[in-house]
Structures are given as structure tokens and as C-alpha cells.
């Protein structure tokens, strides 16, 4: 007796064991428990996978593989610098970018200024207006003229000034004598608001011959490798 109570237990746990294995594909898989059931109950071997079975991790594969795919692009995005962003940014600065400790160096007084009457003595209608001591015109721009004694400076020679920029000896000036810089600016608001007078040491980058033309110093603005670093100097409206 107590042998067939203890059979029919075991066989009651096995019925229940294949109901709830049944119920958990069923979730899984969508197969009805009808149908493992009926292998169980026929005695036939019950299949581990069928089509439907089949599908559903070949449609979680192919979403997993998918949500996989969008984490790397979504990772990869957040360290990549769009050009739109650099444009955005604050634009980079000349001074920062080369080391100018390779050049020598001179400490010198640097004052600002015109083309006009209040530093030249001369208005627009005078033929000479804004014509420098090596014959170009003056000019603010990444190469920009600058005056300087051709004892110590000689006209040509090449400067980087910081918080100017490059400058190129093209004029002198009566009260430029000894170690003196006259740096053009467009305006007068431009010589007060931007420079004033310093002490600043400059790095010599290349002395001069004793002259300068039109077109080196065009050459000199139009420097592929430095047009990254112009909109540092000119003003967008002059451009």
C-alpha cells in the first residue's frame, strides 16, 4: 500500500514538473502546453526546439545584435568632435599652438598705431596715406606692418608679437629709435582698446634684407598652414 502511495506521489511531482516545464516554454516560445502534453501523454519524445521556438531567438538575436550595434555608435559618438562643434568653439590661438621658445627673443616698448593724421600727420586725400618707409601699404592681418628701428630691426624682418600676432617691419618712425615698436592698428579705438603701450618681448623669426614687397607679404598672409589662426587678427567684416 504504502508502495503505491509513494509511486503515485512520484508520478503526481512528474506531472506537475511537465506542467510548470510547459508553462515556462509556452512564455518563452508561444507553444501551447496542450502540445507538450500530448508527447508526454503519447510517450513519444517531446522536441526541445520547433519553428516558433526557432524564431523567437532568431528575432532576440537579431535584436540583441541590433541594440549592440547602437551602444558602440552611441559610445563612439560621445568622443568624437564634430567640425560643427569646432566651428562653434573658441577659435584656436597662435600663441598656444607653436613653441616659441625656439627663437630668440627681445624685450622692446611697444606702442599702436594709424594710418591717420594723429600718427602720421597725413589725412586720406595725401598721396602717401597709409604708403610705409618700404613702399606697401599697411595692413592688420595675421602678417600685420609694423615700424621699428632699421638699426635693430631691419625693414623685412619677421616678429611674433604676443597678443598682436606676427608683425613685418615695413616703416619706421622719428620717435621710434632703439629698442621701439609701432604696431598698426586700423583705429585709433582699436590702438586704446587693444594695446596701449607694453613692454613685451617678441621672438625674432627671421631677420631682414632691408625690404619687403607687396606680394611676399601677401604670400606671407595667405600661408595655407597658418589660416586656421587668421580670424585671430582680422575682423570678419574686412574678410
Known sequence: MNLIKTWAKRFAMAILFIL???TTFQS????EAKT???YAGSGQEAPVFDESLQTFFAHKLK????TFKKIKHSVRSEHLISSSEAVAGAPPKLEDAIDWSQYKKKSVIATGYTAGVESTGKDKSHPAYGITYSGVKVKRDLFSTIAADPR???IGTVLFIPDYGYGVVADTGSAIKGH???LYYDTVDEVFKEWGKRKVEVFIIKMGNGKITEKELKAMNETESLQVFRQQYIKSEKK
Open 20 to 22: 510548470a516545464l510547459s
Open 28 to 31: 518563452i516560445s508561444g507553444v
Open 36 to 38: 507538450l502534453v500530448s
Open 63 to 66: 535584436t540583441i545584435g541590433l
Open 152 to 154: 635693430i630691426f631691419p
Open 180 to 182: 621701439k615698436l609701432d
